[in-house]
T-cell receptor
Framework: AQSVTQLDSQVPVFEEAPVELRCNYS??????LFWYVQYPNQGLQLLLKYLSGSTLVKGINGFEAEFNKSQTSFHLRKPSVHISDTAEYFCAVSAQGSNYKLTFGKGTLLTVNP | GAGVSQSPSNKVTEKGKDVELRCDPI?????LYWYRQSLGQGLEFLIY????????KSGLPSDRFSAERTGGSVSTLTIQRTQQEDSAVYLC???????????FGPGTRLLVL
């Protein structure tokens, strides 16, 4: 079984500041890693994913994440945030070679203030 | 093309009633997932369909929950004798065969009074 821990439930930042949302996972098998974003009253939108290869992955809206196998982490970063980035962010994993069902963290609410 | 669609977008029901939630996956996607998003439990996997294979029902919380997928496309999640703790957003996702990336619908917000 897999588990995901998002270390911060809320992250407030000012506009144009950098941000890092932290995610750690636990699994006895190799996993795929994902970050999804959820805007108010909407479904989940895929931001980026790590499947294999380069550990630094780039996604939409200027976000990137780095897979660190030794630390079992997949932190999400953006160098300069905008008001429109205010949303809830979910880290998720799925086991390789499985039915790919996702195990999610509890989410981090990113609030960007002017 | 069109994304995953779900209906209704909102549903209010009385405790003890049955409800049906519908999901239309992306055309051509053979895998379909249901998840539940609630304040207390976060996002939880409920059930997975892949083609004509037997579904993975390991996430269904009780025997009041069931789901079917007709013709390998549309899926219906049924909750019988609803309870207040069933209040949540029910999300559907689909993916292509052998693909690890799931695409989510907007969800159905269920409120049980």
């Amino acid at each position: 079984a897999q588990s995901v821990t998002q270390l911060d439930s809320q992250v407030p930042v000012f506009e144009e500041a950098p941000v890092e949302l932290r995610c750690n996972y636990s699994s006895s098998v190799s996993v795929y890693l994902f970050w999804y974003v959820q805007y108010p009253n909407q479904g989940l939108q895929l931001l980026l994913k790590y499947l294999s290869g380069s550990t630094l992955v780039k996604g939409i809206n200027g976000f990137e994440a780095e897979f660190n196998k030794s630390q079992t982490s997949f932190h999400l970063r953006k160098p300069s945030v905008h008001i429109s980035d205010t949303a809830e962010y979910f880290c998720a994993v799925s086991a390789q070679g499985s039915n790919y069902k996702l195990t999610f963290g509890k989410g981090t609410l990113l609030t960007v203030n002017p | 093309g069109a994304g995953v669609s779900q209906s209704p977008s909102n549903k209010v029901t009385e405790k003890g009633k049955d409800v049906e939630l519908r999901c239309d996956p992306i055309s051509g996607h053979t895998a379909l997932y249901w998840y539940r998003q609630s304040l207390g439990q976060g996002l939880e996997f409920l059930i997975y369909f892949q083609g004509n294979s037997a579904p993975d029902k390991s996430g269904l919380p009780s025997d009041r929950f069931s789901a079917e997928r007709t013709g390998g496309s549309v899926s219906t999640l049924t909750i019988q004798r609803t309870q207040q703790e069933d209040s949540a957003v029910y999300l559907c996702a689909s993916s292509s065969t052998g693909q690890e990336t799931q695409y989510f619908g907007p969800g159905t917000r269920l409120l049980v009074l």
